[in-house]
């Protein structure tokens, strides 16, 4: 039904980022996580079951077609259809922009810029030059850190609209501590707000033990500290 689209996400070569920030606490408000996680065949049919809620990962997850960024909605936080629509990465493999822009849209409930953090994020990763599709998750929140966002209306990088810092959870206990979303916890689940636009569903959610999984597959979990 959905085809094949972009990704873009690269593991770390290294893991001293979680090691370094390690998350240690639960979050004080809810939070929005930025996963950074081997991405299936199996995700790009989501499934709809008799309560209008899409599914992926269950079952047989299939090969894996790369590495994707995607960020999962907090409680409290809602994602207007508007922004579904905008957060559209297309043919390049831009989602740590899009996946670590979406969460400061939920917080800021202001529209980014997704292709200016995920240029600006090439520029300082760990890989020479910039002539490459991909970045790290950990590049995006340096972006967000030192320069800010770039607001999609006005054009202007706002260093105010971008993050104090950001923390690494290690467990699906961790990642549902940071959403605080009740229907979450009861569905044993997570809610993911992908970047493909209106070209695949709005809302999907990932089971426990599919995250589980995808951790433990050099998966990241990246929570962000609001300036």
Known sequence: ????????????????????????????APTPVVLGIN????????????????????????????????CAKSSGHPDLIGWWQFYDQGQEGACVGFGTARAQSLLNRTRYDAFWTYNEAKKID?????????????????????????????GLVVQGDGIAAYRWATTVKMVHGSLQSPLADSLGAIPLLNSWGTAYPHIVWLPDETLDRLLSEDGEAGLITDR
């Open 39 to 70: 991405w299936y065949s199996n995700f790009d049919e989501p499934n709809l079951d008799s309560k209008g809620r899409y599914w992926i990962g269950v079952g047989n997850l299939g090969p894996i077609r790369g590495g994707h960024c995607i």
């Open 1 to 28: 039904m959905y085809a094949e689209k972009q990704l873009g996400r690269r593991p770390p070569t290294d893991w001293k980022h979680v090691e370094k920030f390690p998350l240690t606490a639960t979050p004080a």
């Open 126 to 154: 760990e890989w020479p030059g910039e002539d490459y599709d991909g970045t790290s998750v950990r590049a995006g929140f340096e972006v967000e850190r030192t320069l800010g966002l770039k607001r999609a209306r006005s």
